[in-house]
Each structure stands twice: as structure tokens, then as C-alpha cells.
């Protein structure tokens, strides 16, 4: 069982910056690959960025390729989500996921087990 717990969320004006952090509890999740995902009132929960178990090889959602990067320490169980250039679309629930098994981060939320509780990212002046 992995236990996953984001924070790091708040209120942001435009153009501004955040970093999400994703810190792991349980069963040690550095195998496993590692998926942010976002859900807006209305709309359905949608892939924003995914990184391998090594860290070598990250996986944007074209809406924030440039601004948004992801990272992991492993050391640390933790997986990050710097973002910068913010805008108000970028206002949602950010959630942190990690798959049953090995593997390379998957687009489809359908792909992973383990959820964070989200936390809210608003982006307003």
C-alpha cells in the first residue's frame, strides 16, 4: 500500500509560480512511476505531467510543456511539480498518482492505483 499526500497548492497570481510537492508513505513508491494529474470544476480529471522511476525521462501535457517541470528524489519519496508562467486555466485540483506496478507513466487516470487527496492550485489577481 502507498500512501501519497500533496501540498504545496494556494493562490497565485498570473504569471506566478508554485512548486507541488507529492511525499509517499508505505510501501516505497521509487520503482513506480509518478503522475500529476488536474481536475477543474465540471470537467473530468486530466494528465499534466509524468516522470519514470529514475527521473530520467518526464512526460508533459502539451497545455504546460515549458512551464511546468517535474522531478522525483527518490532518497526523499517525494515527486515534484515546479510550475511557473501560471494562468488562470491552470485553476484546478492537483492531484499526485502512482501505478500498481512498474512502468512509464500512463495519460489515462484509469492507469493508476494510488491517489493524493489533491490540493488546490488558484491562479487570480
Known amino acids: 500500500q502507498v500512501q501519497l499526500v500533496e501540498s504545496g497548492g494556494g493562490l497565485v497570481q498570473p504569471g506566478g509560480s508554485l512548486r507541488l510537492s507529492c511525499a509517499a508513505s508505505g510501501r516505497t513508491f521509487s520503482r513506480n512511476a509518478v503522475g500529476w494529474f488536474r481536475q477543474a470544476p465540471g470537467n473530468e480529471r486530466r494528465f499534466v505531467a509524468g516522470i519514470s522511476w529514475s527521473g530520467r525521462s518526464t512526460y508533459y501535457a502539451d497545455s504546460v510543456k515549458g512551464r511546468f517541470t517535474i522531478s522525483r528524489d527518490n532518497a526523499k519519496n517525494t515527486v515534484y511539480l515546479q510550475m511557473s508562467s501560471l494562468k488562470p486555466e491552470d485553476t484546478a485540483v492537483y492531484y499526485c498518482?502512482?501505478?500498481?506496478?512498474?512502468?512509464?507513466?500512463?495519460?489515462?487516470?484509469?492507469?493508476?492505483?494510488?491517489w493524493g487527496q489533491g490540493t488546490q492550485v488558484t491562479v487570480s489577481s
Open positions: 498518482a502512482a501505478p500498481e506496478a512498474a512502468g512509464t507513466p500512463q495519460v489515462a487516470p484509469n492507469e493508476y492505483k494510488y
